[in-house]
T-cell receptor
Framework: EPEVTQTPSHQVTQMGQEVILRCVPI?????FYWYRQILGQKVEFLVSFYNNEISEKSEIFDDQFSVERPDGSNFTLKIRSTKLEDSAMYFC???????????FGPGTRLTVT | AQKITQTQPGMFVQEKEAVTLDCTYD???????LFWYKQPSSGEMIFLIY??????QNATEGRYSLNFQKARKSANLVISASQLGDSAMYFCAMREDTGGFKTIFGAGTRLFVKA
């Protein structure tokens, strides 16, 4: 069964460093998303992406964040200058159409020290 | 603004019994989608069930059913014949059918299944 994959599973970085989180969505899906979940809290929407551009972003998704689909399979989230409060689990998701269910990857746990 | 409310931070259920997890939502949109996801202790988000705002029948997927009451803006998840493996966090979520199909999540309900 096709699935969303994410790498790495765990990333530790120092405050101020740049990180890139990688995702491979399900191959025939057209819509891609990033969410984050701070430990013990609810899942928060960051950004949605369709047709090689951002469709919608939340207030969390400020100038330090960017997304890219560098090739036909990968979807990345870059955090330019990490802060301690960026420590969270980051989930990538994809959906066939925008109004279909979103399938989540296993997540990348980001720890900023 | 759209909002999802899950009022039960934790629930206990005896194995093989049914359990209902509550979810209410608030939106002014006519078109939206409602989801339930399961998050086991391993952390992944597992899609369980979906209900569209125009669907007249309640969604069912195996042991999961969604009790959709549109006028009351509720979308409760019913798990029948609970199993030990059902112990997990359960999130109710709502997808906006405008713009980028943003999905917002409730705070979750932690379900404990007792043997």
């Amino acid at each position: 069964e096709p699935e969303v994959t994410q790498t790495p599973s765990h990333q530790v970085t120092q405050m101020g460093q740049e990180v890139i989180l990688r995702c491979v969505p399900i191959s025939n899906h057209l819509y891609f998303y990033w969410y984050r979940q701070i430990l013990g809290q609810k899942v928060e929407f960051l950004v949605s992406f369709y047709n090689n551009e951002i469709s919608e972003k939340s207030e969390i998704f400020d100038d330090q964040f960017s997304v890219e689909r560098p090739d036909g399979s990968n979807f990345t989230l870059k955090i330019r200058s990490t802060k301690l409060e960026d420590s969270a689990m980051y989930f990538c998701a994809s959906s066939d159409m925008g109004f279909y269910e979103q399938y989540f990857g296993p997540g990348t746990r980001l720890t900023v020290t | 603004a759209q909002k999802i409310t899950q009022t039960q931070p934790g629930m206990f259920v005896q194995e093989k019994e049914a359990v209902t997890l509550d979810c209410t939502y608030d939106t002014s949109d006519q078109s939206y989608g409602l989801f339930w996801y399961k998050q086991p202790s391993s952390g992944e988000m597992i899609f369980l069930i979906y209900q569209g705002s125009y669907d007249e029948q309640n969604a069912t997927e195996g042991r999961y059913s969604l009790n959709f009451q549109k006028a009351r803006k509720s979308a409760n998840l019913v798990i029948s014949a609970s199993q030990l493996g059902d112990s997990a966090m359960y999130f109710c979520a709502m997808r906006e059918d405008t713009g980028g199909f943003k999905t917002i999540f409730g705070a979750g309900t932690r379900l404990f299944v007792k043997a």
